[in-house]
């Protein structure tokens, strides 16, 4: 279809060790968001990519977690040293961007579950 | 206290029963999102609204901006609405939502 995609839908990954997670969004919308959602608790915004403007990197929880876009459409979320409490499902969401007005609603993928033995 | 705070946390109703899921928020806002979040985690925008009322199918939104306070309805509720119900806002000029806790629901048969 023509929808969000993430990949991998479920990552297993031992403590200490790298994970890259990964989003499509859909085509021709500028605006790219990933979020987290832990256990029993509510999502929670980790960063935002508008166009070719710098991110909004306010919601990353750590300098363990960097992401990068390129070329305006594919993100990946990188989670470096991971620890336990990386384990989540992390949401990545896109919507038209600018010109349309920037509140316009938002298109999630199914997320990908993280799990951090 | 959260920026967004909705209620019930949790419901059970019969099949067919009329529903009202409540969201309060603290912040001046420029919209406001309804989201499902179905079991297996995957999330659907069921309404973006900044004022009055929407409806889509059985489903109704609405929002007293003065009040902060939106409301979603389902109309003659089925168990395939039984999902997490998340509301969420862009705080004031922010480009990224905050989310309530979310509204557990079920529907018996």
């Known amino acids: 279809g023509a929808g969000v995609s993430q990949s991998p839908s479920n990552k297993v990954t031992e403590k200490g060790k790298d994970v890259e997670l990964r989003c499509d969004p859909i085509?021709?919308?500028?605006?790219l968001y990933w979020y987290r959602q832990s256990l029993g608790q509510g999502l929670e915004f980790l960063i935002y990519?508008?166009?070719?403007?710098?991110?909004?990197k306010s919601g990353l929880p750590s300098d363990r977690f960097s992401a990068e876009r390129t070329g305006g459409s594919v993100s990946t979320l990188t989670i470096q040293r991971t620890q336990q409490e990386d384990s989540a499902v992390y949401l990545c969401?896109?919507?038209?961007?600018?010109?349309?007005?920037?509140?316009?609603?938002?298109?999630f993928g199914d997320g990908t579950r993280l799990s951090i033995l | 206290k959260n920026e967004v705070e909705q209620s019930p946390q949790n419901l059970t109703a019969q099949e067919g029963e009329f529903i009202t899921i409540n969201c309060s928020y603290s912040?001046?806002?420029?919209?406001l999102h309804w989201l499902q979040q179905h079991p297996g985690g995957g999330i659907v925008s069921l309404f973006m609204?900044?004022?009055g009322k929407k409806k889509h199918g059985r489903l109704i939104a609405t929002i007293n901006i003065q009040e902060k306070h939106s409301s979603l309805h389902i109309t003659a509720s089925h168990p395939r609405d039984s999902a997490v119900y998340i509301c969420?806002?862009?705080?004031?000029?922010?480009?990224?939502?905050?989310f309530g806790s979310g509204t557990q629901l079920t529907v018996l048969p």
């Open positions: 990519f508008q166009g070719n403007s710098a991110p909004d």
């Open positions: 609204l900044s004022s």
């Open positions: 912040v001046g806002i420029s919209a």
């Open positions: 969401a896109s919507s038209p961007g600018q010109g349309m007005g920037f509140n316009q609603p938002q298109h």
């Open positions: 085509s021709g919308h500028t605006a």
């Open positions: 969420a806002v862009y705080p004031g000029s922010a480009r990224q939502l905050t």
